[in-house]
């Protein structure tokens, strides 16, 4: 298998974290979203993945993007660890929280709307800054409510074991220490992201671990 | 079942539309989005979803909010007739392509986030329909080169049946038709389109079908 991805891609970081902790190998390919204008921005990328973004993964004759399809592909692919428990009321939990980050948060704070941002609006860096903490903040508090109340929640966001849920909050987490966002608010979500980020394969997925990292 | 609705919301015509091409019966409880504020903003609805959005399904003990992860548990609970392919492939394409349009275009478009460029940097009417322009034309022009380059495009977005992709399509190009942006650089999307609005699953789920339409 070959991950395109990019070391700040939180996007791709939730694939890295999935593919470790299902012990699968894969050949890291890294695209350098800022470097020259953007590689994912190539006539060659644009033969991998038309949206021109990260992850994407290559498996025999399958190409695809969007986390969230890839590791339901994994899953499906290679069900041992599950990502997603076995109830259905379970799976549709899980897969709530992990959209709630990949639909809610992500997307507003993605490298291009930034861009936006500033070219269109002239939105200064404090300004975009702004953009990217509301939004942050807006979800998590959403995310914290939910899992604090919730008797399902145990060490992880669903259970005693990793999820598709906690392949998607980390990485949201690590944005929002980038942004210097306190977690105070979220002693939840803090402690799930200080119990995963013991594990292995979250460890080896992170962003400063990668291959192509800065 | 019961499903947290309005009439307008792309996310909640998407679970309309698989409700119905499943043949399953349901009641709407209309959740308007604008009147009084929002009726999301009320403490009764917070409690149905901490994230304040819509749609919402309830199933027996199950509270299931995220788009996406109530037509999973559909697909899970009531497998005919499918909205998923059976090989794992199709299972991915589907999915990413859904997603396409519920992370990388919908998020962007949201109310809460027009209601955010006018009150916060007093974007204006024109500048916000641009906005929501850029992000929609981004998104149809990467599905686009995706389905018209794919030998699996059938009369509907993978093969001649209705799909997850469908459900997600054609809430979408609805919205682009709110915007008049033309859809004639898309001619692969406008066919699917125009076929999935045929049938009395779509029709039936449109905004202007519901009980709540003004």
Redesign the interface.
């Given at each position: 298998m070959r991950l395109y991805t990019y070391f700040r891609s939180s996007a791709a970081y939730r694939v890295r974290i999935a593919l470790n902790l299902k012990q699968l190998r894969y050949t890291a390919v890294p695209v350098h979203l800022l470097r020259g204008g953007g590689e994912q921005f190539t006539d060659a990328y644009a033969c991998v993945?038309?949206?021109?973004?990260v992850p994407v993964l290559e498996d025999g004759?399958?190409t695809?993007?969007?986390s969230?399809?890839?590791i339901?592909?994994l899953e499906?692919?290679h069900p041992r660890p599950p990502l997603l428990p076995s109830a259905?009321?379970g799976?549709?939990?899980v897969?709530?929280l992990a959209?709630?980050i990949?639909?809610?948060i992500?997307?507003?704070n993605n490298l291009?709307?930034l861009r936006?941002l500033k070219s269109t609006?002239d939105?200064d860096d404090a300004?975009r800054e702004e953009?990217q903490r509301?939004w942050i903040r807006?979800?998590l508090?959403?995310l914290e409510?939910?899992l604090a109340g919730n008797a399902d929640t145990g060490s992880f966001c669903h259970g005693d074991s990793p999820t598709l849920a906690d392949c998607c909050l980390v990485p949201q987490l690590a944005n929002a220490d980038r942004l210097s966002l306190p977690l105070d608010e979220y002693p939840t979500l803090r402690r799930i992201r200080d119990r995963c980020v013991q594990l292995p394969a979250f460890i080896a997925a992170a962003p400063g671990a990668q291959p192509d990292a800065e």
């Open positions: 993945n038309p949206a021109r973004l004759e399958a695809i993007s969007q969230l399809a890839i339901e592909y499906e692919t259905h009321a799976r549709a939990q897969r709530s959209l709630a990949a639909c809610d992500h997307p507003l291009r709307v936006y609006w939105r300004q953009w509301h807006a979800g508090e959403a409510l939910r």
